[in-house]
């Protein structure tokens, strides 16, 4: 092994036709070091990424240039399935999961313990009988070391996000051969308690020798962890740093090139509210994983309203249930009238909007341009940015004013992409969650839901996030319902605070109240009530 | 310089100038072989306006994620009704022609709105079910060619009076109505069969436009991502029938213009096969399973039909002896399982 590394990646660069996306980078990792790769969205740790783990879009882009010393020889992966045979693991940013297999199948997938039968021995190895038994039980031992509640049965596609971040988790953590396990943001859909695990996970892994790969937006998760700081800006590195010797502060200023303020939070002036906009009274929702059982709440007009919880509590369900997404029973009355549930439709006809956690699932067109996912909601429910011929019949799509529309949106919310005319399954992930709200916005809504609207967004663009948010409540008075994992994000932009428990809300609590009281809520400890 | 060369190349795609430039070979190679080059020229484009709209009315099933219509025959089918009722009833000229494709437009509504049903059942597995669906219509249909009522002598075995003929002549009906409005000769051995061009870049046009519409973005949209589309209002299911029904009507249209340019109706077993070659024609025109462009049609159809054109006239002149037959098929399911092949790349 030269100098003692285990993985030598040397002037790595790479373009996208003529997007310049690397530039002349170096990563050197030891065996049993976490480093830690943080910037700013689209700064290129996912293309880094993916190119150490020989995946088929970089190759199908024109490849890459500059050489990688993997475990004391030269690698060029032609292939994922290469790169797991030399032991490099990876969970990728968005899931790489089987649907419509259960947790246990694609935890197991390509490592299946075969019991030996005669057939096999006539045929050989593929015919050997699956021993179910042994694979369970291997699973259930991965997800005890994640302590989570996790049922290994259930389909992948019926998982709440957490969940299916979890199983890739678990995936990648029971693989013996493994060396080096690239974690590309594991943590971003996680409550602080379930991402700590994680994190525990990840240090007991680095302990036994396997070197780590970490990107999160999450710098406190960086600075708790990493042995070393590499700091990516637009492709080239900015900056190696140890966590001992700097701060989230100087880490984020290095991701962006410039010097950041303090963020201010928590200090919000205390609003007061009168009209009622959306009454909810004993909602049931049966989103699997995320099932809500009998809330009622109140949401005032002009009011930016957290919901808070841990994963599979079914703070997710809320927005979805009203929205119609999942079956759902109860009465939510809006503006006074009551609103018709399981026809999403509907419920955009009326003024509401989501930005749904699973981006990647419901949330975007990926194969279309970006134009299409801003404006194809409005267009469709709203019948704006269409051209009425011979009287109504025929409803023109008026692509002209869709791209300007787009344009407006791209540069509100600084969204990184060649123009509009891209196809969204270029994007960063942290610039897809952009498009994600810039199509809510787009259909000017009354009450707008957001669950997860941070997911995978840097600290910069965080803040452009939330203030956009904080802006359309106060500028145009829209009213939000915002579902987080992240506790700090809702203390600093919500009015009042629900923890949804067990499907059912475990209490309200201002944003100033001590995080302390949160805690206890979110499992379902405490009978506090609003105001306390 | 490079980057661009590599840029245009993977724009025009590698199996398609691979065919393009084998063709313009071929073309060259004519004449040492004795191939007249201006019948040859001749004979892609009369081809070409047989079979383009047979190849278009894939694209909205494609677009809806229904996938390649391998069920084509279920709106040929419609398309044959509508012409041998149409000679039945005696109409002829363009009268003729139109009550054809009235006729078969009403079957293929019918015939596409079950058929929707039908693969709106079975998502995921839509072109498998959809060739069961092709084969097995094709088979009922030739009991029923036996059994309908039809009447005219032009039509009915010549002895015993009842049951069709397997060819049908529409010579005397509406043979090359289209072929031959306001048709351009160009010296002895080129006729432009600008009706038939027309007609098709009519229905192109009609295409085109639905997908420019409220409608058809809603269809696109669902076959992108059908959760996404359900969660914006959309009623997928209705969506995708609606996508089967203009395939299945297109097919049936397409059909008819083939007839008036061949100049036969050809019942019982001849449907058969026709979905293989217009879906061949789509994916080597750089469609796949999933994505299309109207230009794929033109394309493709062009570059497929020249193909099968040439290659036979050539290579039969080379080795004097006929093998026509054979490079059809070794073309055309060539290309079904090499587009097939890719798509398992593309995964999400
Ligand atoms: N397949 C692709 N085709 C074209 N451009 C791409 C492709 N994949 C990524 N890009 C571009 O490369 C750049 C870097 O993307 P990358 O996914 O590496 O960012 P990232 O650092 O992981 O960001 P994030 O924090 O948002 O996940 C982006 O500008 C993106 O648009
Ligand atoms: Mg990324």
Redesign the pocket.
Known sequence: MSEGYLLKMESISKD?YE?Q?LQDVNLNVKAGEIVGLV?E????????MNILFGEE?IHE?GGYRGTIMFDGKERNFSTSFDALEAGIGMVH?EFVLIPGFTAVENIMLNREITKDNFVAEVFGDRMNTLDWEAMRKRTNKAIETLEINLNPNMLVKDMPVGHRQFTEIAREIDRESTKLLILD?PTAVLAESEAEIVLKVIKKLSQKGIAILFIT?RLQEILDICDNIVV?RDGKIQKELKPKETSAKEIAEYMVGRELSEQVSGDKKARKFKETVLKVEDLWVDMPGEQVNGVSFEVKKGEIFGIGGLTGQGKLGIANGIMGLYPSEGTVLFNGKELELNNPKNALKNGLAFVSEDRRGLGLLLDQPLSWNVAFTVMQVKEQFIQKHLGGLIKWRDDRAIAELTREYIDKLDI??VSEKQFV???????QQKVCLAKAFAQNPELLFVSEPTR?I?VGAKRLVLDTLRQYNEEYGVTIVISSSELEELRAISDRIAIVNEGQIAGILPPSAKPANFGLLMLGKSELEEGA | MKKKIRGIISSIGVPRLLIGLFLIALFVIAPFVDVRVDTSINDVIARFGMNAVLVLSLVPMIKSGCGLNFGLQLGVIAGLIGAVTSLELKLTGFAGFFAAIGIAIFFAIIFGWLYGLLLNRVKGDEMVVATYVGFSSVSFMSIMWLILPYKSPDMVWAYGGSGLRTTISTEGYWFHVLNDFLKIELGTHITIPTGTLLFFGLLTFIIWAFFRTKSGTAMEAVGSNPEYARSCGINVDRVRIVSVIMSTIFAAIGIIVYEQSFGFIQLYNAPLLMSFPAIAALLLGGASVTKVKIWNVVVGTLLFQGILTMTPSVINNIIKSDMSETIRIIISNGMIIYALTRRMKVRS
Request: proline content about 0%; glycine content about 20%; some cysteine.
């Open positions: 996208f997007n996306v910037g969205n689209g700064a290129g740790k996912s293309t880094l879009t882009t940013q943001e937006h990516l990184k992409c399954r270029e994007l960063s992930g942290g610039n995978g840097d």
